[in-house]
T-cell receptor, first 113, second 112 residues
Framework: ETGVTQTPRHLVMGMTNKKSLKCEQH?????MYWYKQSAKKPLELMFV???????ENNSVPSRFSPECPNSSHLFLHLHTLQPEDSALYLC????????????FGPGTRLTVT | TQLLEQSPQFLSIQEGENLTVYCNSS?????LQWYRQEPGEGPVLLVT?????EVKKLKRLTFQFGDARKDSSLHITAAQPGDTGLYLC????????????FGTGTKLQVIP
C-alpha cells in the first residue's frame, strides 16, 4: 500500500459504544494529524503528533483519545460520543511538524446515533 | 486564529466553461496550498505557492499567489466533469511555528 490509509471507511456507532479509528502512513513521514471535517465548516485540526509525541491538542473533548504507537500508525479512540460528533475524520501526515504539504487519507465517515 | 475566506462557496458550470475561485485573508502567509477533495475521499494536494506574485500551472489549472501573499486564485480553463470536487486553500502564517489553516472551500460541479 502507498500513501495514507484509514480504516474503517464508514462507521456507525451508538452513543454508548467504544470504537477506534486507525491510520497508517507509508511515506516515511515524522508527523501525523487528526482532522475533523463537518459540513459547512473548515477542516478542524484535532491532534498533532511528531515522532510519536503529541505536540498539539486543540481543546478536543476527552471522549476523543489519540494514540501514536510509532511514527507510521495513529489511532483515534472514541467513547460516549454525541450525535454532533458525526463527521468525516481525516488523518494526514507530513515530513515534519508544521510542514505545509500534508498528505491525507481517505477519511472515516462517522455517524453517531 | 487566521481566517481564510473562499469564494464562491458553490459553483455549478457547464463543461467547457472557464472559472476562477478565490482565497482571501487579511493575514500574510509564508506559503499557500490548494487541495481538491472528491466526494468520499480526503483532500489531495494540487500545488504549493511560496513567493508573492508566483504563478504555477498544472495542465488546465492556473494558480496565483497575490503580491502581498494575502490571497490566491485558482483559474480552470475549459472545465471537465473530472474537475468536480471541493477546492480547499490552506495557508501557513508567517513567523515562527504556526499551524496550517484551511479555508471553508469552494464546491465545484461541472455538468457534462
Amino acid at each position: 500500500e502507498t500513501g495514507v490509509t484509514q480504516t474503517p471507511r464508514h462507521l456507525v456507532m451508538g452513543m454508548t459504544n467504544k470504537k477506534s479509528l486507525k491510520c497508517e502512513q507509508h511515506l516515511g513521514h515524522n508527523a501525523m494529524y487528526w482532522y475533523k471535517q463537518s459540513a459547512k465548516k473548515p477542516l478542524e485540526l484535532m491532534f498533532v503528533y511528531s515522532l510519536e509525541e503529541r505536540v498539539e491538542n486543540n481543546s478536543v473533548p476527552s471522549r476523543f483519545s489519540p494514540e501514536c504507537p510509532n511514527s507510521s500508525h495513529l489511532f483515534l479512540h472514541l467513547h460516549t460520543l454525541q450525535p454532533e460528533d458525526s463527521a468525516l475524520y481525516l488523518c494526514a501526515s507530513s515530513q515534519r511538524t508544521g510542514d505545509y504539504e500534508q498528505y491525507f487519507g481517505p477519511g472515516t465517515r462517522l455517524t453517531v446515533t | 486564529t487566521q481566517l481564510l475566506e473562499q469564494s464562491p462557496q458553490f459553483l455549478s458550470i457547464q463543461e467547457g466553461e472557464n472559472l476562477t475561485v478565490y482565497c482571501n485573508s487579511s493575514s500574510v502567509f509564508s506559503s499557500l496550498q490548494w487541495y481538491r477533495q472528491e466526494p468520499g475521499e480526503g483532500p489531495v494536494l494540487l500545488v504549493t505557492v511560496v513567493t508573492g506574485g508566483e504563478v504555477k500551472k498544472l495542465k488546465r489549472l492556473t494558480f496565483q499567489f497575490g503580491d502581498a501573499r494575502k490571497d490566491s486564485s485558482l483559474h480552470i480553463t475549459a472545465a471537465q466533469p473530472g474537475d468536480t470536487g471541493l477546492y480547499l486553500c490552506a495557508a501557513k502564517p508567517s513567523g515562527g511555528y504556526q499551524k496550517v489553516t484551511f479555508g471553508t472551500g469552494t464546491k465545484l460541479q461541472v455538468i457534462p
